[in-house]
């Protein structure tokens, strides 16, 4: 009899629903989580260029083209924006908003205040104008000009 209250509670506790498994911090980013952030900060990078570039005294052209991109990739965007959120959620679990919102400030700061020239301005409407030609895939081949800030600032799962 024993025997078999004990078999019945093991079976018991085997059917019970298990809680959720949530992600445990890993220490890293994976390589579709780093090139979620590439794609942010490159994304970043030509937004605010474009703004910037597209004032007086550049006038480069610019801000119509971004707006062109984002209208293409808007989606993929916020898809690789997902990714990000869901990394920083794993890593910085008791903060993550905090730590997400300090990293998007700082970026945005940075690339906001990019000291602008003819020369820079130049390249990002080229950039710019190529991105809108090309499908998704080669923007993400594009962001990777990110890789090394990115790795100097998430350790990556793959070393």
């Known amino acids: 009899m024993r025997r078999f209250a004990a078999l019945v509670a093991v079976l018991a506790l085997s059917l019970a629903p298990l809680p959720a498994a949530e992600a445990k911090p890993r220490g890293c980013f994976t390589k579709q989580e780093q090139t979620a952030e590439e794609v942010v900060r490159y994304g970043l990078r030509l937004r605010e260029g474009g703004r910037g570039c597209d004032e007086a005294p550049w006038n480069a052209g610019t ?18 924006t997902e990714t990000r959120r869901k990394a920083f959620e794993r890593e910085f679990e008791k903060d993550a908003e905090n730590n997400l919102n300090r990293w998007n400030a700082r970026i945005v700061f940075y690339y906001r205040n990019y000291p602008l020239s003819p020369v820079y301005c130049d390249l990002l409407k080229t950039q710019l104008v190529n991105v809108v030609k090309k499908p998704w895939g080669a923007f993400v081949k594009q962001s990777a000009i990110a890789r090394d800030d990115v790795r100097m600032t998430y350790q990556p799962c793959d070393l």
Not at 68 to 80: E, I, R, S, T
């Open 63 to 80: 801000q119509p083209l971004w707006d062109a991109v984002d209208k293409q990739f808007g989606d993929q965007f916020k898809q690789q």
